[in-house]
């Protein structure tokens, strides 16, 4: 079993930034993919950041050059900068994970409980 945790979201000006982190804690061998995902009322989740755990990256069109995803592969966390936010940033993002428990075990998805990052004046 795993238990992801999040924090970080709030209430941001324009302009401003942010930093989320995750944490995935339990029984867990390797993780596999680690990533933020955000869905705004109406809209359908999309993928903010994702990193593997050999380091390759990618971000959401809408985020890329803003945006800074890194993890911690001891610590089994993911943490997201995000920085000149706009309002169209605000939604709620949800961090994600592919998580194998053991050895020759399949891969499992996990997904937290979203954390609101709110961008107004």
């Known amino acids: 079993q795993v238990h992801i945790v999040e924090s970080g979201g709030g209430l941001v000006q324009p302009g401003g930034s942010l930093r989320l982190s995750c944490a995935a804690s339990g029984t867990i061998f390797s ?10 009322p109406g809209k359908q989740r999309e993928l903010v950041a994702a990193i593997t755990s050999g380091g390759s990256t990618n971000y959401g069109d809408s985020v890329k050059g803003r945006s800074t995803i890194s993890r911690d592969n001891v610590k089994n966390t993911v943490s997201l900068e995000m920085n000149s936010l ?36």
């Open 31 to 40: 993780i596999y993919y680690m990533g933020w995902y955000r869905q705004a």
């Open 86 to 121: 706009k309002p169209e940033d605000t939604a709620v993002y949800y961090c994600y994970t592919r998580i194998i428990h053991i050895l020759g075990d399949a891969i499992h998805d996990y997904w937290g409980q979203g954390t609101q990052v709110t961008v107004s004046s």
